[in-house]
């Protein structure tokens, strides 16, 4: 594939000085001449890899990884004190909505405002005012002052200038985690929109269920240098891997407050096998639709262990969670103690009507800290026998009468 | 996980034939190929949009290569100096208007101070004044928030990629526009005691204005990136633009007793050399001169308590000397603008951290 590189990172470093104690006026210099002690702390180190023009790559780093220095060398707000990056075309950085807002202006003036600092003309902000307005739902307050917005007009305002700037290079850091769903979703939808059309997308995220979702490929970032490049699969797998191997807990996409940020000095549990059986597992390599499905969870446990939860989860070959629960949820908290064992998740009945589905496993402990997670080792597939189409077997029954005539 | 299960089509048909292999199967190298194929109809879709500029973001970037990106942000000059005055003025006539009172309030006490106590025989004192202060007020006001502007701006600063040399120069915009205000209470003063300006040297403005426009550029511009570093540069600057005001012909007639001193005197004692060079060297007298040689027009005057002296008020330079001068200034100026764009773009590249 002889496709145009849209950045390349062309082995960057970006060193930060950290000072004990940051003398910031001539005055203050002066004083304290000579005095002015740093340590040097790289925040990037030796980074170095490309984005093809129409790929959209996600980010992936703990807290303090460098991604967000990352971000801003490639869009042109911190410059890089080694190496460089090159980009192809207009770029424009969402690193936090709404950031050049001035309350002091109408959203109205704010759009034009915030539509320039991204690089728009006035024509082409005039061109998309309304959509913005639309988009950010805004249409009553748009010549209210910004600083009597509430924070999700805020926020909302401000991702609809920045979805609604169309440059060839979008660089989001985090920024999809706010509004309500229903405006998640349109954000989504706006990003499937921007791979469509070929743009590319730069992503720099902790989930790694958005970067399933969204990304082609993705970079793993690890105190500053890159641990991983590759398809957005198996680079989750190593960014797994590697949280466990630090012993930080994984994100579990569960519901909200169960996003596990407690830390596992030791991994006293771990999965030593995983097995996927149904009816027809001697024969057939697929399920029928609604047939049964037993998921085993082969453990072994090098100490006691109380409240260990198992937790499962289904994903579709886009990416997208179809179904995730865990033992806590299902009620059933298990005290491991000393040796192996094996937890039996069973499916009586899988709706699904066609396709491949990939089942990960894992054991955290019920306060949400991951033990062990077993990704792209399970994996079953749905055939559909009949000539209905679509995703989900759902059960229909016709009926059909004419109408009575007089 | 080897998988012999690859046959793509298989997947819409009833019942493929029963190959025993296991359920890891099929599916994933479809789906790659798959995601392949639409990598290529995207970069297909990005390349149909047409060449596009490149960009390179390093430690050094030649000023040559920020110019065109300070070119490409100029309508983002215009809406900055816009939200300057909207915010400033609060979107109001009155507003617009309370802003008057501070250079208003300023001018009052120098008018009552030197006809009425510290009289300085200058006739229609208020005209020769106010031509002063509009250059004077031009000036300060784009040097004093000019430097201060990237510390206060640090918000978008820190996250939005522009070239940030717009700010500096958003200050001087705005100051203009501030002067532009200004000049219409110049008007209804001159209306008001009838004053005529000189019409055949009303040209003169451009030059002079152009001149003070690249100076304020040039300090700016290297204001505002020192300020990130020495934030107690804005103090600095405050003091010296306070001892700069009486270094201009404002308030006291130049032609005449400061004329005389000036000239009779030589730079620390070195022979043959003449303070009023160093008088000259100053970018904002001669641009101060021009205004008053434009609308002040008043060349001499006679005192009321002794009829025949002569008082001297300005200086009997023709119209050349005027436009050299302002072209002079205005060269130099953009030379230092110049090497303010270099040290700016030095300094810019630890803006986004020391903020």
Redesign the interface.
């Known amino acids: 594939m002889a496709a145009p590189i849209a950045v390349d990172v062309d082995d960057v470093s970006k060193r930060f000085r950290l000072y004990n104690e940051k003398y910031q006026s001539l005055k203050e210099r002066l004083l304290h001449a000579g005095q002015n002690r740093h340590e040097d702390f790289w925040a990037l180190r030796n980074v170095d890899f490309e984005v093809v023009e129409g790929e959209t790559v996600g980010v992936l780093g703990r807290n303090g990884s460098g991604k967000s220095t990352l971000l801003k060398c490639v869009s042109g707000i911190l410059q890089p004190t080694d190496g460089k990056v090159v980009v192809r075309g207009t770029l424009a950085a969402l690193l936090e909505l709404g950031a050049g807002f001035q309350p002091e202006l109408s959203g109205r003036d704010n759009i034009y405002l915030n539509g320039s600092l991204l690089g728009l003309s006035t024509k082409e902000v005039e061109r998309r005012f309304d959509d913005i307005v639309a988009f950010a739902e805004l249409e009553h307050f748009i010549d209210n002052q910004v600083k009597f917005y509430s924070s999700g007009m805020f926020v909302r305002l401000g991702f609809a200038v920045a979805v609604n700037v169309e440059p060839d290079i979008l660089v989001i850091d985090e920024v999809l985690a706010v509004g309500d769903e229903n405006f998640q979703r349109k954000c989504l939808a706006r990003i499937k929109q921007f791979q469509d059309d070929g743009r590319t997308i730069l992503f720099v995220t902790h989930s790694s269920e958005l970067v399933r979702q969204i990304c082609d490929r993705a970079v793993v970032l690890s105190s500053g240098s890159v641990i991983e490049v590759g398809p957005a699969a198996e680079a989750i797998k190593v960014y797994h891997d590697h949280l466990l191997a630090t012993g930080t807990a994984v994100d579990v996409p569960l519901g909200p407050g169960e996003d596990g940020t407690a830390e596992a000095a030791h991994r006293p549990i771990r999965i030593t096998g995983l097995d996927l059986e149904h009816p027809g597992s001697g024969s057939r390599p697929y399920l029928l639709p609604n047939e049964s499905l037993s998921v085993h969870v082969m453990f072994e446990a090098s100490e006691p262990v109380d409240d260990v939860v198992f937790f499962l989860e289904v994903i579709d070959q886009r990416g997208e969670l179809v179904f995730a629960t865990d033992t806590d949820i299902l009620g059933q908290v298990f005290d491991a103690p000393l040796g192996g064992g094996r937890a039996d998740l069973t499916f009586e009945r899988v709706p699904l009507l066609e396709g491949a589905y990939d089942v990960h496993v894992g054991i955290k402990s019920r306060s949400g800290v991951v033990y062990d997670r077993r990704e792209q080792e399970g994996r079953f597939e749905v055939m559909n026998p009949g000539r209905s189409r679509g995703s989900v077997a759902l059960e229909v029954r016709a009926d059909i009468q004419a109408a009575t005539l007089r | 996980m080897t998988d012999v ?1 690859a046959d793509v089509g298989a ?2 048909t ?3 034939e ?11 190298p479809a ?2 190929s798959q ?2 194929l639409e ?11 047409g060449p ?8 050094r ?1 030649s000023v040559w290569k920020r110019m065109p990106e300070l070119w ?2 100029r ?2 000059f ?3 100096v ?2 300057e005055i ?2 400033k003025y ?1 979107n109001s006539f009155l507003g617009f208007l309370w802003s008057m009172l501070n250079p208003a309030l300023t001018l009052a006490v120098f008018y009552v101070l030197f006809t009425f106590f510290l009289p300085n025989h200058i006739p229609n004192f208020v005209i020769y004044m106010f031509s002063a202060m509009l250059v004077w007020n031009l000036f300060q006001t784009a040097v004093l928030s000019g430097t201060q502007t990237v510390v206060a701006n640090g ?8 070239p940030r040399e717009i700010l500096a120069l958003a200050s001087v915009g705005s100051a203009f526009m501030f002067f532009l205000f200004q000049s219409i209470v110049l008007l209804v003063f001159m209306v008001a005691f009838w004053h005529r300006p000189d019409w055949g040297a009303i040209w003169l403005i451009i030059p002079a204005l152009a001149a003070v426009m690249a100076f304020a550029a040039a300090l700016t511009v290297f204001l505002s990136a020192v300020n990130v ?5 804005q103090h ?1 600057v405050e003091v010296v633009l306070m001892a700069w005001f009486w270094a201009i012909p404002g308030i006291y007639a130049f032609s005449g007793r400061v004329h005389d001193g000036l000239v009779k005197h030589s730079i620390f004692f070195i022979p043959r050399t003449h303070l009023i060079w160093l008088y000259f060297a100053n970018p904002i007298t001669p641009v101060v001169m021009t205004f008053q040689r434009v609308f002040y027009n008043i060349w001499t005057a006679r005192t009321t308590n002794a009829p025949h002296t002569v008082i001297p008020v300005m200086s009997h330079y023709g119209i050349l000397w005027y436009l050299f001068a302002d072209l002079a200034i205005f060269g130099v100026s953009m030379a230092l603008l110049f090497g303010a764009l270099v040290v700016f773009g030095r300094l ?3 803006f ?3 903020l």
């Open positions: 299960h997947e819409h009833a019942a493929p029963g190959a025993a292999d296991e359920e890891q199967g099929g599916g994933a789906l790659i995601r392949e990598l290529v109809a995207r970069g297909e879709r990005a390349a149909a949009r596009k500029a490149t960009r390179t973001v390093a430690a970037v490409r942000a309508e983002l215009v809406f900055l816009r939200k909207k915010v609060k918000g978008i600063v820190k996250k939005v990629a522009f570093y020495l934030r107690d540069t600095l810019e590249g630890n986004a951290e020391e």
